[in-house]
Nanobody, 118 residues
């Protein structure tokens, strides 16, 4: 499985960005969870949002109401719509795929830089 993240960039506070994560080699019929994580300089990588293959979503409190995670199974692509961006959202964003039934597996994509600054 390979994951390719894209869509990052420089945006002003209050602006929007949409990140994409394209998965290749993914077995779509296996139960899985896809997610977005982020890592700011000097900080540990943190979970931002996840979406289960069944559709359930989870958001960390700091992004609730501003970010929306979604997936297009036909395109094997996951998205993160980020609205009302704040400077504290600045980080490298990584996408992740976990197969949560045996044989379990964990895959990471490349990072995409998001910078929120005026």
């Amino acid at each position: 499985v390979q994951l390719q993240a894209s869509g990052g960039g420089l945006v002003q506070p209050g602006g929007s960005l949409r990140l994409s994560c394209a998965a290749s080699g993914m077995t779509i019929f296996r139960i899985n969870v896809m997610g977005w994580y982020r890592q700011a300089p000097g900080n540990e990588r943190e979970l931002v949002a996840t979406i289960h293959s069944g559709g359930n979503t989870y958001y960390v409190d700091s992004v609730k109401g501003r970010f929306t995670i979604s997936r297009d199974s036909a395109k094997n692509t996951m998205y993160l719509q980020m609205n009302s961006l704040k400077p504290e959202d600045t980080a490298v964003y990584f996408c992740n795929l976990k197969y949560i039934t045996p044989p379990r597996a964990d895959y990471w994509g490349n990072g995409t830089q998001v910078t929120v600054s005026s």
